[in-house]
């Protein structure tokens, strides 16, 4: 009991799929990004709005004048931290014809964003959720390159 | 046979004919030098090292600028390290950074740190930081927690601040609580070049007084020096590519004419009692125009072929003794003959001239095993000096004290192949000397990530991981700290008060680009000492050439050989065993040695050349020559002993380290001229039966 007990507290803190693995995996799940930057290399992250870590990670990006995004393009899924309880913030932003914008708002400005938070988008949630959770995805942001993580 | 018909004699004809003329030409000449040369003497020579070196040449074809890096170090042992201070830091940095010329400092503030940013095991992100825009009071609290991080920055009581600027600019005192010194290579320090010359003049005024009893050597002297020294300097600013004029041009330019007029004039002196006034001239003229024509030879050909190498220094100096050579040759018989025709001398008076007798006498009596003590020390000296050539590299001025190497990677880009050849620089740098403090380079920050990240897990750059810590780099904007222009660089902390010769010669086979000015000094010396010795072996084969051609006897040649290679041998043993720093202080003092030295040899050897055809013995015709040559060798090497001596005390570093170590290495050929030449030449007429009977058959 006290071994299974163990075994349940103890995050799994590493990537369980091979890192061409994972690419395919991205390649599936990447319709469903948030997509930011031009720049020919890829770079995919799971980010909870509601993370501090994660909004630094995108305070990064869009520094120094942008450069970051002229170097690479940024593939940015929303998958929720438990206890930041975003479900209806990622919602939100989902739902938005400028969902950039939004996500700025509410990661970069902190703002509260009011919007169509109960339109399903279970299909995107949920892809996001089982491509996450294959992947081993255990924190945010969650940065992958070349299908490794960070 | 008449005089008239003899050499020379109807060029001095010539020369007395149209004096006026010739003499009102030359004065015109050197009044319009003196109107028209650029006043500016310099005595930095940090630039003229650098230009023209293989290094400095790499980091111009690449597009890049060199820059230089000094340290300012504030020390806070009167001060509580407390908010209030890091305030009074933060506003030092902000007026460092406001000097014209600075393009970076390089501070704890400044200093990028690697953290794992972890709220929790969900929520996480390694973070490269710095204290820059951190509040005073964080500063305080984290410094006070994490000094051991920034003990480059921060050691005990002393907060260093790097400036890397374009340029050597002048720090302007800063108002500031702050006590803080800077490395002194910062403070353009300039001289009264007029004190420095006045000195020099008036000390030979006072050795050529003293030594003939008359103004006129004063006068005759002033004027020939003073004409020498100003065509030279007007020359080199017509014909020189390189602009910088270094003190050492005028320096140069005043030795050779010292040692020609000391001969000529010390001639002129002797022969007033003996001989009518255009006589005595003609005397002057056919002993002395040989042995100086073939001493301007060995200048011109064998230093003056510097002005084919590339290094601005070392052609600087090539361009400068042979512009002295030529000119000094020209004016040594044109307008000395001319200015001497005008004056005689009634009871003439010299200081040594029956010293000079008891020494040549003395000499003719010397102690054979004296000899043989003394060659064979200076074989002793000799083994000493190959052995520290090879075995240990010498100590190479920079006039920096902030011990930092700041290179980039010589191909461009930021791939795998890149970064391990940056960890390979650092672990061979790490594992091969102690003196290096730290290695700051791309590879060094992805390792700190990798610690921050996987604290458990050894580092090993895998191929696959390079693109995430480059998107880290870029991330954190570490592009401009870790990169220049599309390559990466690589920063070398070195201990306090260590050698980084050995370093820079470790590193210049890295294919590497370096650029603080610092180390391309040091990299440019390296490089042209090298060059240095191909042409004292030249110069001294030169001699070995001209002695065989005059005399046609190998031994002489050979005398000529051991004579010219005592001082630098002793001199070279001096710089490795009191770690003496290679600096151009150094270089100029061994040319002005190497053209005193072969000028005292090739007069010698040539009036016992002559001398040897007239019906005297060996040893009459060996005092003749010591008591003709020998005194004014030895004149000539005492009055620029105690002239270079006496520029010891001008409170310029360079100047007084041109004077320091010129006067030891005139003093060493002194000592040769006087003890071994003659008694080496002595020895060798007296064993070598060949030699007894030889005449002059030219």
Same mark, same amino acid.
């Given at each position: ?33 948030? *997509? ?52 209806? *913030? ?9 969902? !950039? ?20 988008? !279970? ?6 959720? *089982? ?20 | ?15 007395? +004919? ?111 930081? &710095? ?119 005028? %320096? ?45 030879? /060995? ?17 600087? =100096? ?35 001239? +029956? ?15 004296? $000899? ?13 000096? $190959? ?32 970064? =391990? ?41 895998? +191929?696959?991981?390079?693109? &995430? ?43 590497? =680009? ?16 090298? %060059? ?28 000529? $050989? ?5 001082? %630098? ?13 290679? &600096? ?6 061994? =040319? ?46 005492? /009055? ?39 008694? %080496? ?18």
């Amino acid at each position: 009991m006290l071994f299974l007990l163990s075994l349940q507290a103890e995050p799994i803190s590493r990537q369980m799929l091979s890192p061409q693995h994972t690419l395919e995996e991205l390649s599936h799940l990447k319709r469903y990004a948030i *997509v930011i930057g031009t720049g020919p290399k890829e770079v995919h992250t799971f980010i909870d709005p509601y993370c501090s870590v994660s909004q630094k990670y995108l305070e990064y990006l869009y520094e120094h004048n942008g450069a970051m995004l002229k170097k690479y393009t940024v593939y940015l899924y929303l998958y929720e931290l438990k206890r930041k309880n975003s479900s209806e *913030v990622i919602n939100a932003i989902l739902n938005s014809p400028y969902r !950039e914008s939004l996500l700025k708002q509410v990661m970069l400005d902190h703002e509260e964003v009011s919007g169509d938070s109960d339109i399903g988008n !279970e299909k995107i949630i949920e892809a996001i959720k *089982v491509s996450a959770e294959k992947i081993g995805v255990f924190k945010r942001p969650y940065i992958l390159i070349n299908g490794k993580v960070l | 046979m008449r005089y008239n018909k003899l050499p020379y004699s109807a060029y001095l004809r010539f020369l007395l +004919r149209y004096r006026v003329v010739i003499l009102v030409f030359l004065m015109t000449l050197v009044a319009a030098a003196t109107f028209l040369v650029k006043q500016e003497v310099s005595s930095q020579d940090g630039q003229l090292w650098i230009d023209g070196s293989t290094a400095n040449s790499e980091l111009l074809n690449k597009h890049y600028k060199s820059y230089y890096i000094h340290k300012v170090d504030v020390d806070l042992s009167n001060k509580k390290w407390n908010p209030q201070t890091v305030r009074e830091l933060r506003a030092f940095e902000h007026a460092l950074k406001s000097i014209p010329q600075v393009r970076e400092i390089r501070s704890l503030f400044s200093y990028k740190y690697v953290q794992n940013s972890k709220i929790n095991e969900e929520q996480q992100m390694v973070e490269v930081l &710095s204290l820059e825009d951190a509040s005073d009071d964080d500063t305080y609290l984290f410094l006070k927690e994490n000094r051991q991080g920034y003990k480059k920055y921060f050691d005990k009581n002393h907060v260093i601040f790097y400036i890397v600027s374009n340029g050597p600019s002048e720090l302007k005192a800063i108002n500031t609580p702050l006590s803080y010194s800077v490395s002194n290579d910062f403070i353009n320090k300039n001289f009264n070049q007029v004190i420095i010359f006045g000195i020099v003049m008036g000390v030979l005024s006072l050795l050529y007084f003293i030594i003939f009893r008359s103004l006129l050597p004063i006068l005759l002297g002033g004027l020939f020096i003073y004409s020498d020294g100003m065509l030279t300097i007007a020359a080199y600013q017509l014909f020189s590519a390189v602009s910088i004029m270094h003190i050492s041009i005028a %320096l140069i330019a005043m030795t050779i004419s010292v040692m020609s007029f000391t001969y000529i004039y010390y001639k002129w002196h002797v022969l007033q009692r003996k001989f009518d006034a255009q006589f005595v001239l003609y005397r002057v003229i056919s002993k002395t125009i040989v042995p100086i024509f073939w001493t301007s030879v /060995i200048s011109v050909v064998g230093i003056g072929i510097l002005i084919f190498v590339d290094s601005h220094i070392l052609y600087s =100096i090539g361009m400068n003794v042979l512009l002295s050579s030529i000119i000094g040759f020209i004016l040594t018989f044109t307008m000395l003959p001319i200015l001497l025709s005008f004056f005689t001398l009634k009871n003439p008076k010299i200081f040594s001239q +029956r010293s000079a007798s008891s020494f040549a006498s003395m000499e003719t009596r010397y102690n054979k095993k004296g $000899l043989y003590f003394l060659l064979l020390i200076s074989s002793g000296v000799m083994l000493y000096s $190959l052995y520290g050539h090879f075995m240990k590299p010498l100590s190479m001025e920079s006039h920096v004290s902030t011990y930092q190497i700041q290179a980039m990677l010589a191909k461009k880009g930021s791939d795998y192949e890149q970064i =391990i050849q940056l960890q390979r620089i650092e672990q061979q740098l790490m594992a091969k000397f102690d003196t290096v403090n730290q290695v700051s380079s791309a590879y060094s920050m992805i390792r700190s990530i990798h610690e921050q990240e996987n604290p458990k897990e050894p580092f090993v750059l895998k +191929r696959e991981d390079v693109d &995430s810590y480059l998107f880290m780099i870029d991330m954190y904007g570490l592009e401009e700290t870790l990169m220049e222009k599309g390559r990466l660089k690589l920063l070398v902390d070195l201990k306090e008060g260590s050698d980084k010769t050995d370093v820079l010669e470790f590193l210049r086979d890295k294919d590497l =680009i370096f650029q603080d000015s610092a180390s391309l000094l040091n990299l440019a010396k390296i490089e042209s000492l090298t %060059l240095l010795w191909s042409v004292v072996f030249f110069v001294l084969l030169l001699i070995v050439a001209v002695t065989y051609y005059i005399t046609r006897l190998v031994p002489i040649a050979f005398i000529a $050989l051991i004579v010219n290679v005592i001082p %630098l041998i002793w001199f070279y043993a001096a710089i490795h065993f009191f770690d003496i720093p290679i &600096s151009s202080e150094v270089l100029v003092a061994m =040319i002005i040695t190497l053209s005193l030295s072969s000028d005292a040899t090739l007069h010698f050897i040539n009036y016992y050349h002559m001398n040897r055809s007239k019906p005297r013995s060996a040893q009459k015709a060996f005092e003749a020559s010591f008591i003709y040559i020998g005194t004014p060798m030895g004149m000539g090497n005492f /009055i620029l002993a105690v002239t270079f001596a006496s520029m010891i005390f001008v409170p310029v570093q360079m100047v007084s380290n041109i004077g320091l170590y010129s006067s030891i290495l005139i003093l060493l050929s002194l000592i040769t001229d006087i003890f071994v030449l003659p008694v %080496l030449f002595l020895n060798t007429i007296k064993t070598n039966h060949k030699l007894k009977e030889y005449k002059y058959t030219h």
